[in-house]
């Protein structure tokens, strides 16, 4: 069984184009996602972006892609990453995806399509999201839209793709970075073009390769990457966070045999303590998680880590302290904070749950996760105007508008008029009803 924790968030292109919905996940990690935050802050701040406001997440897919959904979000698949062998690769990536932001290749593509907002005004990736649990991963989010759709609308052109390349080295020299990682990236796609379309990485459907195009990234590499040394900080990162998703997405005997070859000591404890956790080795799990964070004692995401395993072993007064270590460390992380108000739920403390969880819900409101021990909270308490309200949220994010509807209108006769909570039920009651129209 797969014991990453993961929400699966989702691209409703189908909103817009009136398709049926085709699920991707997103793997929401905060110790894969702070990573992946520290390889892009220095490629953001070179390309003009905001570090904060710009997010890299992880799609649950082992095909190679990565891609921009929207001028916030960057998107990069799993397998792409556990392919990659070096963290100027991955920024090279997010170089080349920053600068289609950048560029404004997004911004003129989606002023050409219908406006859409999402089901509850909650957007997150084109304004749309749905939502699809998944009883093998915990808890799923989906990104749904027809393939064709989607691919049609994340196409660029050889022009913009030319133009990106050139952006990217830009921002890499800028940064400090060996722009020869782009070139190892276009060595994968290598020889792509010539595969049947239904063989090729999704990448090359919304990346055009061309000789050209890796001729002039050689060229640019050859010129200014000469001398710039590797930043030890970036490598770190990148291998902690392959490190931590292989060892979820690999078998647990493929992690435990070469947990010996990770790039440091807390790493190879950190890969060893999720492959316990998959086969239900809790003694170990936790004697490994313990060896990694003697390495790195106040490390939020290592105590994360330890947080889930305690929860998902069902020790939740033991994992209240990991998660409640873990916050001190991070108070600003809505997915450890979520995880702590997981565990006092589950304990039975539920004023404690609701502080909490009202506490990551002001930072991220669009985790249905999160929205739906947020619900269970609010009705313990009583509170079930808000607990309607956030029920209504969490399906509409989910899609399930027909569901969301009916809760937001319970909510709206609960509440009082013009609260927050009643105004967020009104947008998804609005918004129900004209997705009934169409």
């Excluded at 990148?238 to 078998?251: D, I, P, S, V």
């Excluded at 404890?269 to 080795?281: F, K, L, P, Q």
């Excluded at 990694?292 to 305690?310: E, H, S, T, V, W």
């Excluded at 309200?389 to 013009?418: C, F, N, S, V, W």
């Amino acid at each position: 069984m797969r014991a990453m924790r993961v929400i699966i968030l989702s691209l409703c292109l189908a909103l817009v184009a009136g398709t049926p919905a085709r699920a991707l996940t997103l793997l929401r990690d905060a110790d894969i996602e702070y990573a992946l935050s520290e390889l892009a802050r220095p490629i953001f701040a070179a390309a003009g972006l905001s570090p904060t406001n710009t997010k890299v997440l992880l799609v649950d897919d082992t095909s190679l892609n990565a891609f921009v959904a929207d001028n916030a979000h960057i998107l990069i698949h799993s397998g792409l990453l556990m392919k990659l062998e070096t963290a100027r690769s991955v920024q090279a990536v997010l170089a080349h995806e920053a600068a289609h932001i950048a560029n404004g290749h997004i911004s003129r593509r989606a002023a050409n399509m219908r406006s859409a907002r999402t089901a509850a005004g909650l957007g997150l990736i084109l304004s749309g999201l749905a939502a699809t649990q998944s009883a093998e991963a915990g808890l799923g989010l989906a990104v749904g839209t027809q393939s064709s759709v989607l691919r049609n609308f994340l196409a660029h052109t050889r022009a913009e793709e030319a133009a990106a390349d050139q952006s990217a080295v830009r921002y890499m020299i800028r940064a400090g970075i060996d722009p020869m990682g782009a070139v190892e990236v276009m060595q994968i796609f290598r020889g792509q073009e010539a595969l049947t379309i239904s063989r090729q990485d999704p990448y090359m459907l919304t990346h055009p390769l061309s000789r050209d195009r890796l001729r002039t990234l050689e060229g640019l590499a050859n010129a200014y990457g000469r001398d710039i040394p590797k930043d030890p900080t970036a490598e770190y990162w990148f291998q902690r966070a392959k490190g931590k998703l292989t060892a979820f997405e690999r078998n647990p005997g493929w992690t435990l045999k070469r947990a010996g070859e990770s790039a440091t000591p807390d790493i190879r404890h950190m890969r060893e303590a999720v492959a316990h956790h998959r086969r239900a080795d809790l003694g170990r799990a936790i004697q490994s998680i313990d060896a990694a964070l003697a390495q790195r004692p106040n490390d939020p995401f290592l105590l994360d880590l330890k947080g889930q395993i305690l929860l998902e072993s069902r020790r939740a007064p033991q994992a209240i302290a990991a998660y409640a270590q873990a916050a001190r460390f991070a108070p600003k992380s809505a997915l450890i904070l979520g995880g702590l108000g997981r565990a006092q739920l589950a304990s039975g403390d539920t004023g404690s749950a609701l502080a909490t969880l009202e506490r990551a819900y002001a930072r991220d409101s669009q985790d249905p996760r999160l929205l739906r021990d947020l619900s269970v909270a609010y009705a313990q308490t009583g509170q079930n105007g808000l607990a309607s309200a956030a029920t209504a949220e969490r399906y509409a994010i989910q899609g399930r508008l027909k569901d969301a509807a009916i809760h937001a209108e319970r909510a709206l006769q609960l509440l009082p008029r013009g609260s927050p909570a009643w105004r967020r039920a009104e947008d998804v009651a609005v918004a129900a009803r004209t997705a009934a129209r169409r």
